[in-house]
């Protein structure tokens, strides 16, 4: 949807398919309380109104509020996404590029667990 300037029909199919592809990673019941999770109700509401936005014609602001939505459902899952990637071969190359870097250690540093 995002290649051919927001296609609102593709932008659609993209939503459900992302939805359907994490039910079926986590199953019904999981992803119901990942979305439920009291902590994650303000990702929750932003993403499903961009997709309403998307679904009722809005396609560009609805894209733009879907993507805060998701920022806020998934940013936890960063310092995990970036160790994993610090262990893939040529991308560790990428990610010690010092800009890159700099914003990898940010990132880490604001979202990891008290020890």
């Known amino acids: 949807g995002i290649m051919l300037f927001f296609d609102r029909a ?7 398919a992302f939805l359907c592809g994490l039910t079926f ?31 009722a014609g809005y ?7 879907e993507i805060y939505g998701a920022w806020k459902l998934f940013a936890a899952f960063l310092p995990t996404v970036i160790n994993a990637m610090k262990m893939i071969p040529g991308v560790n190359v990428i990610l010690n590029v010092p800009g890159v870097s700099f914003l990898c250690d940010k990132v880490y540093d604001q979202r990891r667990l008290p020890a």
């Open 10 to 16: 593709l932008l659609a199919l993209g939503n459900l």
């Open 25 to 55: 990673l986590l199953g019904p019941s999981k992803t119901a309380r990942f979305f439920s999770k009291k902590e994650k109700w303000q990702g929750t509401f932003f993403f499903f109104l961009g997709f309403c936005g998307i679904i």
């Open 59 to 65: 396609a560009f602001f609805g894209f733009i509020i």
